[in-house]
């Protein structure tokens, strides 16, 4: 049910900014003149027909070309997709600062008008990745195989622990096998009745064993898809020295669907997390690590670094050349990670530019 908060006055003629809050399940959405006049609020479910009222209650309002956001990447995310189709564009808003919920207060309808404000005075900038193409594919692989291998890890751990704490001629009939042999001789224990604690232990191994295994095939399912999607959208990448289906999949998606949306490579390694930072005072002039960005994008170029650094004769000269030069190994490494985004940004631009996807798919 849609829940009305003021009575709009129609005014066919001026243009006006809508402003969304969104929830798993309700959206809260306010419109704003271009004035900084606030026309109505009014919630909508997150459902097909929500969102179909939703645009047409805004447009109801006046002319509507834009409208921002919060979390265009998790609750918002259906939303988002269905603005850009009716070809709304969607610019994503962050939470508004304490001081101004402070000075405010704090309700959905508050957050969806300072939501359509910050688009109206330019301080929400940045444009929503759209969801709607290969990297989103890429992306829902990825959260599911870190997902197994997060759980492969804790079954793993608790294997072990059992294998600690189990009967010493248990565990020496065990002792010296490798991971994979001990894996297949604990899934074919057979369980019989409970009678002691080795039963326990022999019927909950067969058990974690059989879990890991199964896990392990999920992880290479899942491997194989998402090098089956990179290779499709963006198969330079993975030609790229120390480039796997992963940190490919870690790069593709900070970038998103519309790559375009990014003004330079500059921007790209911004949201990477590894342009430097300007921290001069007084005589001393040096830049910082940048503590922000996605981790995940940060971590896979780290890993690409490192990669290089053990196997690229070009990388290991100049990581040479800058020793020499009195850089610390973790400055080497900052550079190269910001070379490694300005090497590959051209690349995942390329591949996912609206040009190259349309005529990859005809």
């Known amino acids: 049910m849609t829940r009305a908060v003021a009575e709009p006055t129609r005014v066919d003629d001026d243009e006006i900014v809508l402003g969304v809050d969104t929830h798993a399940d ?164 057979q369980a019989g009745s409970l009678v002691g604690i080795e039963d326990a232990a022999i019927a909950v191994l067969r058990t974690l064993a059989l879990r890991i295994l199964a896990l392990t095939e999920e992880i290479r399912a899942h491997e194989r898809a998402l090098t089956e999607i990179i290779t499709g959208c963006a198969p330079k990448l993975l030609e790229r020295h120390g480039i796997g289906p992963d940190t490919a999949a870690s790069l593709l998606i900070t970038a998103g669907d519309n790559p375009e949306r990014l003004n330079s490579e500059a921007a790209f390694a911004a949201l990477c997390g590894v342009n430097p930072i300007e921290a001069s005072s007084g005589k001393t002039t040096r830049h910082r690590l940048n503590r922000g960005g996605d981790r995940r994008s940060n971590s896979a170029l780290y890993t690409i670094v490192l990669t290089r650094l053990g196997r690229d004769q070009r990388t290991r000269d100049y990581a040479q050349r800058r020793t020499a030069e009195g850089k610390s190994k973790k400055e080497i490494i900052r550079c190269l990670k910001r070379y490694v985004a300005r090497e590959v940004f051209p690349i995942i631009r390329e591949a996912l530019s609206p040009a190259q996807t349309s005529s990859s798919t005809a």
């Open 26 to 189: 309700t959206h809260v959405a306010a419109v704003v003149t271009t004035l900084g006049r606030l026309m109505a609020t009014r919630s909508f479910p997150t459902t097909a027909a929500g969102y179909t009222a939703l645009l047409t209650w805004a447009r109801g309002h006046g002319r509507l070309h834009r409208a921002g956001v919060e979390g265009t990447s998790s609750h918002g995310v259906a939303l988002n997709r269905y603005l850009l189709g009716q070809e709304i564009q969607v610019l994503e808003v962050n939470r508004p600062n304490r001081a101004v919920r402070r000075r405010r207060g704090k309700s959905d309808a508050v957050d969806a008008e300072n939501a359509a404000r910050a688009v109206l005075a330019g301080e929400a900038t940045a444009i929503a990745k759209t969801g709607d193409g290969a990297v989103e594919m890429v992306r829902l692989f990825k959260m599911a195989k870190d997902s197994a291998i997060k759980a492969r890890t804790q079954t793993l751990n608790q294997l072990r622990a059992v294998l600690a704490r189990t009967d010493p001629s248990l565990r020496d009939s065990l002792k010296g096998l490798g991971q994979a042999a001990l894996l297949r001789t604990c899934s074919r224990f």
